[in-house]
């Protein structure tokens, strides 16, 4: 039999955690520009629909912020890298203050009021039930990783009676491009048949131009923080693989 190792994301592929990371801005974004306008309710809908641009939790207050100034959604998607450093140019503080900012309300909201921040989560349909299952499995080696901090991710699988290990939540606090995690457990398990299943395109993009993770099986869940845009740059013959939540759970067999 096979050995698999299969490497999630987590925020959009797992969790969808968009109430949370609203809330969550809203309250940075209080800390953040203090002096600013604060009714931010009227902005949560733009908020959805633009988060497939973020990339780091750092940057979901200056997206905000962008939405805030007037910016519309399309302009956001087409030009996040200008909106984004020309917010960071007005600032007297940098990306990692952003960030320190944000983990600090999820603290928190954890330490304070942790039933009413895990409501803010909805798991995908079938997928911790799924998540379960491959666990039970001695040939099926299971891993998230993601760019959100991994004890917020313990936190919220250990909620939903998913049993992973700690040491397979890589999170973001290892400071390192996911396409170098996924080498790094290339090299762990040369063996195994690796599947790796992402919302974002561009964390795909970098894997493919690798050639030592030329046979990793590379996922783009269409049901994640992605665009009808971002989706149609898929080309079914190429190592990257549009994947429907309906197949999630065919991960450890080739997908026709």
Known sequence: MTNHLLALDFDGVICD?????FQTTCYAYGELWPQAEQFLEGYREGFYAARPIIESGWEMPVMLRALVRGHSVQDILAHWPDRRTEILAEQTYDRAHFSQVVDAVRDRAIHEQ??????LHRFYPGVITQLQQWLTLPHVDLWIVS???GRFIAQLLEQAGVDLPRSQIIGKEIRQPKVV???????RAPEHLISFVEDRLPPLQQASAIPELADVRLYLADWGYNTAAMRSQINGGAQIQLLSLEQFGQLIVPIA
């Open 17 to 21: 955690g968009l109430a949370e990371y």
């Open 114 to 119: 942790l039933m009413d921040w895990l409501a």
């Open 147 to 149: 760019t959100k901090e």
């Open 181 to 187: 995690t996924l080498g790094q457990l290339r090299d």
